[in-house]
Nanobody
């Protein structure tokens, strides 16, 4: 059983910052890519940022220069530092991880339950 648990969401004023964390736990053999997605009301889920196990990163154009993704492989944890937040960043943020539970199993994608980020006065 694998769980991804997010934390760090909340309400913040425009221009403020938040740091999201997502820890993967359970029967984990190895973790490949990790990432953050978001879904605003009435919109499709979109990629925010992703990071490989070699620390290569990829960002949505809308967050480049404002958000930073990082990971701690020893803790199977991925972080998203969000600065200069805007109202349009308001969404439920989901983390995901591509991992395998044993050396025999294929890599599979797992999702967290989501954490709400609201940017408003």
């Amino acid at each position: 059983q694998v769980q991804l648990v997010e934390s760090g969401g909340g309400l913040v004023q425009p221009g403020g910052s938040l740091r999201l964390s997502c820890a993967a736990s359970g029967s984990i053999f190895s973790v490949n890519d990790m990432g953050w997605y978001r879904q605003a009301p009435g919109k499709v889920r979109e990629l925010v940022a992703a990071i490989t196990n070699g620390d290569s990163t990829n960002y949505a154009d809308s967050v480049k220069g404002r958000f930073t993704i990082s990971r701690d492989n020893g803790k199977n944890t991925v972080y998203l530092q969000m600065n200069s937040l805007k109202p349009e960043d308001t969404a439920v943020y989901y983390c995901n991880a591509v991992l395998r539970t044993s050396y025999r199993s294929p890599y599979s994608m797992y999702w967290g339950q989501g954490t709400q980020v609201t940017v408003s006065l």
